[in-house]
Protein backbone atom coordinates (compact mmCIF):
# COMPACT_ATOMS: atom_id res chain seq x y z
CA UNK A 1 0.00 0.00 0.00
CA UNK A 2 2.67 2.54 0.92
CA UNK A 3 4.67 1.77 -2.42
CA UNK A 4 0.76 1.73 -4.39
CA UNK A 5 0.42 5.56 -2.34
CA UNK A 6 3.96 6.80 -3.72
CA UNK A 7 3.47 5.89 -7.21
CA UNK A 8 -0.55 7.50 -6.71
CA UNK A 9 0.97 10.58 -5.46
CA UNK A 10 4.03 10.98 -8.29
CA UNK A 11 1.21 10.76 -10.80
CA UNK A 12 -1.70 13.03 -9.48
CA UNK A 13 1.38 15.61 -9.41
CA UNK A 14 3.04 15.53 -12.62
CA UNK A 15 -0.92 15.03 -14.24
CA UNK A 16 -1.86 18.30 -12.83
CA UNK A 17 0.07 19.86 -15.25
CA UNK A 18 0.05 20.42 -19.09
CA UNK A 19 2.21 18.47 -21.20
CA UNK A 20 4.09 19.27 -24.40
CA UNK A 21 3.40 17.64 -27.46
CA UNK A 22 6.48 15.38 -28.32
CA UNK A 23 6.01 16.37 -32.04
CA UNK A 24 5.76 20.27 -31.64
CA UNK A 25 7.63 20.96 -28.52
CA UNK A 26 9.75 23.80 -28.99
CA UNK A 27 13.14 25.53 -26.52
CA UNK A 28 11.60 28.39 -25.19
CA UNK A 29 14.02 31.53 -25.94
CA UNK A 30 12.57 34.84 -25.54
CA UNK A 31 14.27 35.39 -22.09
CA UNK A 32 17.42 34.67 -22.64
CA UNK A 33 17.02 36.84 -26.00
CA UNK A 34 15.91 39.49 -23.69
CA UNK A 35 19.07 39.19 -21.23
CA UNK A 36 21.49 39.24 -24.46
CA UNK A 37 19.70 42.43 -26.16
CA UNK A 38 20.59 44.02 -22.32
CA UNK A 39 24.02 42.54 -22.29
CA UNK A 40 25.12 43.52 -25.85
CA UNK A 41 24.25 47.37 -25.15
CA UNK A 42 26.38 47.38 -21.93
CA UNK A 43 22.93 47.73 -19.90
CA UNK A 44 24.06 45.15 -17.19
CA UNK A 45 23.31 47.36 -14.10
CA UNK A 46 21.25 46.06 -11.16
CA UNK A 47 18.53 48.57 -12.44
CA UNK A 48 19.21 47.95 -16.19
CA UNK A 49 18.99 44.19 -15.08
CA UNK A 50 15.82 44.53 -12.91
CA UNK A 51 14.05 46.62 -15.86
CA UNK A 52 14.77 44.81 -18.89
CA UNK A 53 15.01 41.49 -17.79
CA UNK A 54 13.65 39.94 -13.85
CA UNK A 55 10.37 42.10 -14.38
CA UNK A 56 7.97 40.85 -16.78
CA UNK A 57 10.13 38.02 -17.25
CA UNK A 58 8.64 34.42 -18.56
CA UNK A 59 8.56 31.30 -16.63
CA UNK A 60 11.97 29.57 -16.79
CA UNK A 61 13.57 33.32 -14.77
CA UNK A 62 10.57 33.22 -12.22
CA UNK A 63 12.12 29.78 -11.55
CA UNK A 64 15.75 30.23 -11.64
CA UNK A 65 15.30 33.29 -9.89
CA UNK A 66 14.73 32.41 -5.64
CA UNK A 67 17.79 30.21 -5.33
CA UNK A 68 20.14 31.23 -8.17
CA UNK A 69 19.72 34.32 -9.49
CA UNK A 70 18.48 35.67 -6.57
CA UNK A 71 18.08 38.96 -7.15
CA UNK A 72 19.48 41.97 -9.97
CA UNK A 73 22.39 43.04 -7.97
CA UNK A 74 23.67 39.62 -7.42
CA UNK A 75 23.22 39.46 -11.09
CA UNK A 76 25.06 42.25 -12.11
CA UNK A 77 27.72 41.35 -9.91
CA UNK A 78 28.30 37.64 -11.28
CA UNK A 79 27.80 39.50 -14.88
CA UNK A 80 30.32 42.18 -14.70
CA UNK A 81 32.82 38.97 -12.86
CA UNK A 82 31.77 36.78 -15.39
CA UNK A 83 31.32 38.83 -18.87
CA UNK A 84 33.57 36.34 -20.92
CA UNK A 85 31.01 33.23 -20.10
CA UNK A 86 28.09 35.52 -20.79
CA UNK A 87 29.71 36.78 -24.12
CA UNK A 88 30.73 33.42 -25.48
CA UNK A 89 27.19 31.69 -24.51
CA UNK A 90 25.34 34.64 -26.46
CA UNK A 91 27.73 34.66 -29.55
CA UNK A 92 27.87 30.88 -29.89
CA UNK A 93 25.19 28.58 -28.29
CA UNK A 94 22.18 30.97 -28.09
CA UNK A 95 22.04 31.00 -32.20
CA UNK A 96 21.84 27.76 -31.82
CA UNK A 97 18.75 27.07 -29.06
CA UNK A 98 15.92 27.27 -31.43
CA UNK A 99 18.02 24.26 -33.75
CA UNK A 100 17.74 22.20 -30.71
CA UNK A 101 14.19 21.57 -31.17
CA UNK A 102 15.04 18.24 -32.97
CA UNK A 103 16.66 16.84 -29.81
CA UNK A 104 14.29 17.82 -27.21
CA UNK A 105 11.47 15.98 -29.91
CA UNK A 106 13.24 12.87 -29.89
CA UNK A 107 14.01 13.21 -26.31
CA UNK A 108 10.16 13.50 -25.39
CA UNK A 109 9.30 10.86 -27.82
CA UNK A 110 11.26 8.49 -25.91
CA UNK A 111 9.48 9.56 -22.92
CA UNK A 112 6.44 9.06 -24.51
CA UNK A 113 6.92 5.86 -25.24
CA UNK A 114 8.72 5.02 -21.97
CA UNK A 115 6.31 6.56 -19.29
CA UNK A 116 3.21 7.51 -21.70
CA UNK A 117 1.05 8.85 -18.52
CA UNK A 118 4.08 11.43 -17.64
CA UNK A 119 3.12 14.81 -18.79
CA UNK A 120 6.19 16.89 -20.35
CA UNK A 121 7.60 20.15 -19.40
CA UNK A 122 8.35 23.48 -21.11
CA UNK A 123 11.58 23.77 -21.47
CA UNK A 124 13.02 27.25 -21.18
CA UNK A 125 16.56 29.13 -21.77
CA UNK A 126 17.62 31.38 -19.57
CA UNK A 127 21.13 33.28 -17.92
CA UNK A 128 21.19 33.05 -14.63
CA UNK A 129 24.23 34.06 -12.23
CA UNK A 130 26.45 31.62 -13.20
CA UNK A 131 25.77 29.03 -10.47
CA UNK A 132 23.49 26.37 -12.18
CA UNK A 133 23.53 24.73 -15.35
CA UNK A 134 19.70 23.59 -14.91
CA UNK A 135 17.05 22.87 -12.51
CA UNK A 136 12.58 22.12 -12.64
CA UNK A 137 9.41 22.47 -11.04
CA UNK A 138 6.48 20.69 -11.85
CA UNK A 139 5.69 22.19 -15.57
CA UNK A 140 9.03 23.05 -16.62
CA UNK A 141 12.84 22.62 -17.27
CA UNK A 142 15.08 25.67 -17.10
CA UNK A 143 18.64 25.67 -18.07
CA UNK A 144 20.98 27.92 -17.87
CA UNK A 145 23.00 29.06 -20.78
CA UNK A 146 26.14 30.79 -19.25
CA UNK A 147 27.00 27.87 -17.49
CA UNK A 148 26.13 25.13 -19.97
CA UNK A 149 28.13 26.66 -23.23
CA UNK A 150 31.37 26.65 -21.63
CA UNK A 151 34.20 28.12 -24.23
CA UNK A 152 35.65 25.32 -26.42
CA UNK A 153 32.47 23.34 -26.59
CA UNK A 154 32.06 22.37 -30.57
CA UNK A 155 28.60 22.38 -32.04
CA UNK A 156 28.04 18.61 -32.06
CA UNK A 157 29.21 18.59 -28.16
CA UNK A 158 26.83 20.95 -27.33
CA UNK A 159 24.35 19.01 -29.09
CA UNK A 160 24.90 15.52 -27.30
CA UNK A 161 25.02 17.31 -24.05
CA UNK A 162 22.02 19.20 -24.37
CA UNK A 163 20.06 15.66 -25.21
CA UNK A 164 21.51 14.13 -21.61
CA UNK A 165 20.30 17.79 -19.98
CA UNK A 166 16.98 17.51 -21.89
CA UNK A 167 16.47 14.40 -20.66
CA UNK A 168 17.75 14.46 -16.96
CA UNK A 169 15.59 17.99 -16.00
CA UNK A 170 12.57 16.53 -17.36
CA UNK A 171 13.05 13.30 -15.03
CA UNK A 172 12.86 16.00 -12.06
CA UNK A 173 9.26 17.29 -13.08
CA UNK A 174 8.09 13.77 -12.34
CA UNK A 175 10.02 13.26 -8.45
CA UNK A 176 7.91 14.69 -5.57
CA UNK A 177 9.15 16.44 -2.41
CA UNK A 178 11.19 14.90 -0.10
CA UNK A 179 8.84 13.40 2.82
CA UNK A 180 8.90 16.07 5.67
CA UNK A 181 10.77 13.29 8.27
CA UNK A 182 13.27 12.50 5.97
CA UNK A 183 16.90 11.74 7.51
CA UNK A 184 18.68 9.61 4.54
CA UNK A 185 19.79 12.44 2.93
CA UNK A 186 23.17 11.04 1.20
CA UNK A 187 21.25 8.37 -0.18
CA UNK A 188 17.88 10.33 -0.91
CA UNK A 189 19.82 12.69 -2.84
CA UNK A 190 21.75 10.15 -4.72
CA UNK A 191 18.77 8.50 -6.10
CA UNK A 192 17.22 11.62 -7.10
CA UNK A 193 20.11 12.91 -9.21
CA UNK A 194 21.41 8.93 -10.41
CA UNK A 195 17.53 7.85 -11.31
CA UNK A 196 17.42 11.13 -14.11
CA UNK A 197 21.23 10.30 -15.05
CA UNK A 198 19.83 6.43 -15.77
CA UNK A 199 16.45 8.06 -17.48
CA UNK A 200 19.36 10.20 -19.71
CA UNK A 201 20.67 6.89 -20.45
CA UNK A 202 17.87 4.90 -20.91
CA UNK A 203 16.56 7.74 -23.82
CA UNK A 204 19.99 8.75 -25.38
CA UNK A 205 21.45 5.88 -25.66
CA UNK A 206 24.86 7.04 -24.32
CA UNK A 207 26.48 7.84 -20.61
CA UNK A 208 25.63 11.29 -20.04
CA UNK A 209 29.19 12.00 -18.18
CA UNK A 210 31.90 9.32 -19.77
CA UNK A 211 34.84 11.33 -17.97
CA UNK A 212 32.89 10.73 -14.34
CA UNK A 213 32.62 7.03 -15.31
CA UNK A 214 35.79 6.53 -16.65
CA UNK A 215 37.30 7.66 -13.49
CA UNK A 216 34.83 5.75 -10.87
CA UNK A 217 34.33 2.53 -12.45
CA UNK A 218 38.03 0.72 -11.73
CA UNK A 219 36.84 2.46 -8.00
CA UNK A 220 33.56 1.18 -7.25
CA UNK A 221 34.03 -0.67 -4.14
CA UNK A 222 36.13 1.76 -2.41
CA UNK A 223 33.34 4.62 -3.59
CA UNK A 224 30.72 2.89 -2.55
CA UNK A 225 32.43 2.15 1.20
CA UNK A 226 33.21 5.90 1.49
CA UNK A 227 29.63 6.68 0.43
CA UNK A 228 27.92 4.11 2.91
CA UNK A 229 30.69 6.30 5.68
CA UNK A 230 29.41 9.54 4.92
CA UNK A 231 25.81 8.74 4.80
CA UNK A 232 26.38 7.38 8.50
CA UNK A 233 27.55 11.00 9.46
CA UNK A 234 24.32 12.14 7.84
CA UNK A 235 22.14 10.08 9.65
CA UNK A 236 24.09 10.81 13.17
CA UNK A 237 23.13 14.34 12.49
CA UNK A 238 27.03 16.40 13.24
CA UNK A 239 25.68 19.38 11.27
CA UNK A 240 29.50 20.03 10.45
CA UNK A 241 30.34 16.41 9.64
CA UNK A 242 27.27 16.25 7.57
CA UNK A 243 27.65 18.77 5.52
CA UNK A 244 31.25 18.24 4.88
CA UNK A 245 30.50 14.19 4.24
CA UNK A 246 27.45 15.83 1.84
CA UNK A 247 29.53 17.79 -0.19
CA UNK A 248 32.23 15.14 -1.07
CA UNK A 249 29.24 14.16 -3.27
CA UNK A 250 27.00 17.16 -3.88
CA UNK A 251 27.11 20.94 -4.93
CA UNK A 252 30.51 20.15 -5.22
CA UNK A 253 32.09 22.37 -8.54
CA UNK A 254 35.29 23.79 -7.69
CA UNK A 255 35.98 22.54 -4.40
CA UNK A 256 38.81 20.65 -2.88
CA UNK A 257 38.71 18.23 0.25
CA UNK A 258 41.37 16.47 1.83
CA UNK A 259 41.80 12.53 1.70
CA UNK A 260 39.84 12.09 -1.27
CA UNK A 261 41.65 10.29 -4.20
CA UNK A 262 43.42 12.36 -7.05
CA UNK A 263 41.06 13.30 -9.79
CA UNK A 264 37.72 12.91 -8.03
CA UNK A 265 35.04 14.32 -10.00
CA UNK A 266 32.05 16.90 -8.95
CA UNK A 267 28.89 15.33 -8.04
CA UNK A 268 30.04 11.73 -7.95
CA UNK A 269 26.73 11.27 -6.25
CA UNK A 270 24.87 11.51 -9.62
CA UNK A 271 27.31 8.37 -10.65
CA UNK A 272 26.69 6.01 -7.12
CA UNK A 273 22.94 6.62 -7.47
CA UNK A 274 22.52 5.99 -11.25
CA UNK A 275 24.65 2.88 -9.90
CA UNK A 276 21.57 1.69 -7.43
CA UNK A 277 18.59 2.66 -9.65
CA UNK A 278 20.48 0.35 -12.52
CA UNK A 279 20.61 -2.36 -10.06
CA UNK A 280 17.14 -2.22 -8.84
CA UNK A 281 15.88 -2.04 -12.53
CA UNK A 282 17.98 -5.10 -13.13
CA UNK A 283 15.83 -7.23 -10.64
CA UNK A 284 12.50 -5.87 -11.64
CA UNK A 285 9.69 -8.16 -12.99
CA UNK A 286 7.90 -4.97 -14.46
CA UNK A 287 10.61 -2.19 -15.26
CA UNK A 288 8.19 0.60 -15.73
CA UNK A 289 6.50 0.01 -12.30
CA UNK A 290 10.38 0.07 -11.08
CA UNK A 291 11.35 3.51 -12.87
CA UNK A 292 8.48 5.13 -11.17
CA UNK A 293 9.01 3.73 -7.44
CA UNK A 294 13.22 5.26 -8.31
CA UNK A 295 11.16 8.67 -9.72
CA UNK A 296 8.90 8.92 -6.29
CA UNK A 297 11.51 7.41 -3.73
CA UNK A 298 9.71 7.55 -1.29
CA UNK A 299 12.35 4.60 1.10
CA UNK A 300 15.03 5.31 0.23
CA UNK A 301 16.42 2.44 2.07
CA UNK A 302 14.04 -0.21 0.99
CA UNK A 303 15.35 0.92 -2.79
CA UNK A 304 19.00 0.41 -1.51
CA UNK A 305 17.82 -3.24 -0.15
CA UNK A 306 15.69 -4.18 -3.24
CA UNK A 307 18.21 -3.31 -5.73
CA UNK A 308 21.25 -5.72 -4.37
CA UNK A 309 23.54 -3.24 -4.96
CA UNK A 310 26.75 -3.79 -3.00
CA UNK A 311 29.71 -3.78 -4.90
Not at 70 to 99: F, G, N
Not at 177 to 194: F, H, I, M, S
Not at 277 to 284: S, T, V
Request: net charge neutral.
Amino acid sequence: MKTLFSLLLILASSLSHASEDPLRAQVQTSDAWRFAKLFQAGKTSAEDLQAGYLDGAGRGVQIFTPNRIHDAAHLARQVEKRRADYAHAIATCLPLAESLNGELRAIYLAYRGLLPELPLPAVHWVFGAGNSGGTAAPDAQVLGLEVLCKAGTTEAEFRRSMRSFFAHETAHTWQPRPAADTKDWLLLAALKEGTPDLLAELVTGFDPDPAREAWARPREADLWRRFLADREILLQGDKDAANQAYRRWFANAGATFKGLPEGWPDELGYWVGRNIARAYLARAADPRAALRELLAARDPAALLAASGYAP
